[in-house]
């Protein structure tokens, strides 16, 4: 304490003492003599002799090179020594110091020993321009402090002031919870890691082998006022007023490992006491005692700013984990913990549930607090990449939370649901084959009866099915099948009719019932396409997506089907040959490998399963609906809007064919009216021949963008093998994807006649003349 109150005595004195006007040169530097205004600073002699025999030539030419030299080095010195002279002052018997030839140590939110330094000190240098109790590098010191006896544990490293202060760039709150360091299994972990590439450092010091820091150049015309307490700007006596690029500030793992562990300490309290007051406020909710009591203003700002600490906490937590300098093992810290999924869960959804369910005395609560998180979790989604799809979602959701209590401006609720189905599009982009993304889209469609059944059916179909849905579905073919179909013959009767029919076959009704839904809704399809025109090819899609949902029992866990294309999946996976009638070289591999109900159905049991699915209520219904709706919209020959619906049943026979377990279903299909169709849509072509025969993506398609109806199928189970790999890499926006443009027509009917012609590759159902550049049923085939 003694030598450091010294210290700092004399670098005041020297600070109020040294000169105003005089500029202070660095110790080791040369200034020309014969320049005005004390000359030019050099480095080095030979860079004094160059310049004076370019710049004073006329007092060096009569001289030979030795002596000039001699001469000038002898002015620079006796100039170098008055300047000297004038500016030393007595003070107490010592000579003032020089301040610039001080350095300043850098003093960080660590202390020496590697200690946590107080919450109170770390606020007040954050609010502070300046550090306010500043080291002083002088060498007396130094060698006093390195003769100390210190302990191998402690002993401090040496203070390089252009070390990075972690602290200082981190800008979120601060936690009221820092603990002192102790050893765990993160610094261990960090350590281990950085042992082969950290040079050991010698831990004998003498004050000998310490040398001063380098002190920077100064500019002769830079006052030396404006040099501060620290010197942060850098610059060459060669090139006056030219700055310099400052030296880098290097992050040590071990400021890193210190700082997380110090931060996950904090966090889990905050996060502890978050999760006792959310559980003590929903308990008192469920008791019902009084539920007119009303929670007191104070009360309710005291828990928002115990959730804010808390996702303060989090976001320095990933800020510090996932920092550019830390090691592999400090950034795999926060999916080991599940740090992600711990926020959403503690400080989100439990908070945000308690909010809802005080409604409206919370309404101003909670939209501050949506605000907030909606702000907080953009800045992660910015600067934490590594979580990318998390952050994504958790966007979504809030936009959905914000749509959810927004009842006076329906302007509002629809741009927060605009908001809110966006993120969800974007992570479905990003993982096509989770279901749960397409719930929640469904969530957003509740308008609209059809698009929402749509997404659910989507949802039960995926890879990765979310079986949640089946509930979400139940309560709207629920909804549909307790009303009278009058009641909604005012808005769409057609897709009432089409909802009613799979909510028979959902809830496994009798099949009087379905009939009667099955023909109310076909016998209005006709006509319903003839009106509503282009808008039939979104539809399309939608009731193709959901009538195929049914083969596969609504996602059901037992779904024969889906167990059979897993069982081909595997095989084919295992195959060292692709199958000889299709493209599959081109396709992308499949995602569902590692599915464990991959394993729930064996070669020896397909017989017996294809059986049992034949006669089953559901599938067989569904296969009726299904091709019965084919059959109708083939016979609009020469429609484009039905194309889409066409592609989707198409790409889906496709794939059943190539599967030798199930290639049987397609014996039911109705291949005259797809003969007919696929004739009068060649015809239309100028050049068949460039188009037949040829693989379903033909090599020059590879730059096309993919077709508006690709995103719709795709991430499902029977669509896997058929998207080439990299399809859907040469996406674009998502507001241009519906667009419906005179190229889009004509690649959506080139696919469809090559579906066509690969499905004649088969020799079994139909077949395509390459002479006369038709198509014409199979003997052996069977039309519906």
């Not at 003694?2 to 040169?25: C, H, I």
């Not at 000579?95 to 001080?102: M, Y």
């Amino acid at each position: 304490m003694t030598s450091n109150v010294d210290s700092n005595s004399r670098w005041v004195t020297a600070l109020r003492t040294q000169p105003k006007t005089v500029d202070a040169l660095p110790q080791d530097a040369l200034s020309c003599p014969y320049c005005e205004n004390n000359g030019r600073i050099f480095q080095t002699l030979d860079q004094l002799y160059s310049h004076a025999k370019v710049e004073h030539a006329s007092l060096l030419d009569t001289m030979d090179p030795e002596t000039a030299r001699t001469q000038v080095q002898d002015a620079s010195l006796r100039m170098k020594g008055l300047r000297d002279q004038s500016s030393d002052a007595p003070a107490g018997g010592r000579s003032t110091p020089d301040i610039t030839g001080l350095s300043l140590e850098a003093r960080g939110r660590l202390s020496q020993f590697g200690k946590k330094e107080p919450a109170d000190s770390d606020l007040h240098v954050r609010r502070s321009k300046a550090s306010v109790h500043q080291k002083i590098y002088d060498e007396e010191e130094c060698a006093k402090e390195l003769r100390r006896p210190v302990t191998e544990r402690t002993r401090p490293k040496p203070s390089d002031p252009r070390l990075y202060d972690l602290k200082q760039h981190f800008k979120g709150a601060e936690s009221p919870y820092r603990t002192p360091e102790v050893a765990s299994e993160w610094s261990v972990e960090t350590n281990r890691s950085q042992t082969q590439s950290r040079t050991p450092q010698s831990t004998t010091y003498s004050p000998s082998a310490q040398q001063h820091p380098p002190r920077p150049a100064i500019s002769p015309t830079r006052p030396h006022s404006q040099l501060g307490l620290i010197e942060n700007q850098r610059y060459d006596a060669r090139y006056p007023g030219l700055l310099l690029q400052p030296d880098s500030r290097p992050t040590s793992q071990e400021q890193l490992a210190s700082e997380v562990k110090s931060i996950y300490a904090g966090l889990t309290m905050v996060e502890t006491k978050c999760i006792h007051v959310d559980r003590a406020q929903a308990a008192a909710l469920q008791d019902g005692s009084d539920p007119t009591s009303r929670l007191a203003s104070d009360h309710w700002q005291a828990l928002i700013a115990l959730h804010r600490t808390l996702l303060h906490e989090h976001h320095d937590f990933f800020l510090a984990s996932q920092h550019p300098s830390a090691s592999p093992a400090l950034r795999r810290l926060a999916a080991k913990y599940s740090m992600p999924a711990r926020m959403w869960k503690h400080h989100y959804t439990l908070f945000l549930e308690l909010l809802r369910r005080r409604l409206p005395e919370s309404i101003d609560y909670m939209l501050a607090f949506i605000y907030l998180a909606y702000q907080m979790m953009a800045l992660l989604y910015e600067t934490v990449p590594a979580f990318e799809d998390t952050w994504i979602e958790c966007l979504g959701d809030l936009g959905r939370y914000r749509m959810a209590i927004e009842d006076e401006n329906p302007r509002d609720r629809e741009t927060w649901a605009g908001v809110a189905r966006s993120w969800y599009s974007k992570a479905a982009d990003k993982n096509p084959s989770v279901g749960r993304l397409y719930h929640h889209l469904a969530i957003l469609a509740r308008l609209n009866a059809l698009r929402q059944l749509y997404y659910y059916a989507r949802s039960l179909t995926c890879v990765k099915p979310f079986p949640t849905a089946r509930e979400s579905i139940l309560a709207l073919l629920d909804s549909m099948l307790g009303r009278p179909a009058e009641s909604y013959s005012h808005d769409l009767p057609i897709d009432t009719n089409f909802i009613q029919a799979h909510g028979i076959l959902f809830g496994k009704h009798s099949a009087d019932r379905f009939e009667d839904a099955r023909f109310a809704f076909q016998s209005q399809l006709d006509n319903h396409i003839g009106r509503v025109t282009a808008k039939w090819k979104e539809q399309g899609v939608y009731i193709a997506v959901t009538n195929l949902a049914g083969l596969f029992n609504y996602g059901s866990d037992d779904s024969i089907l889906r167990q059979i294309l897993m069982l081909h999946d595997s095989q084919s996976a295992r195959s060292a040959n692709s199958p000889p009638h299709s493209d599959e070289d081109s396709r992308s591999p499949s995602p569902i490998e590692d599915d464990k109900l991959s394993q729930t159905l064996s070669d020896s049991e397909v017989p017996a399963q294809i059986e049992i699915l034949s006669s089953e209520f559901i599938f067989s219904r569904a296969y009726l609906l299904t091709m019965t709706t084919l059959t109708l919209v083939l016979r609009r020959i020469g429609d484009k809007n039905v194309l889409p619906h066409v592609h989707v049943l198409l790409a889906f026979l496709s794939t059943i064919a190539s599967t030798k377990y199930v290639a049987h279903f397609n014996d039911h299909a109705p291949w005259t009216e797809l003969v007919s169709f696929l004739n009068t849509l060649l015809k239309s072509e100028q050049q068949p021949k460039r188009i037949l025969p040829g693989p379903i993506f033909p090599a020059d398609q590879a730059d096309s963008l993919p077709l508006p109806e690709d995103y719709l199928i795709r991430g499902q189970i029977w669509s896997q093998w058929y998207f080439p790999e990299g399809w859907f890499k040469k996406e674009h926006d998502e507001e241009d994807r519906s667009l419906e443009l005179a190229s889009t027509m004509k690649l959506r009917t080139e696919r469809v006649l090559h579906l066509g012609y690969e499905l004649a590759t088969f020799d079994r159902w139909v077949s395509y003349d390459e002479q006369t550049h038709t198509f014409s049923v199979s003997d052996s085939s069977d039309s519906c």
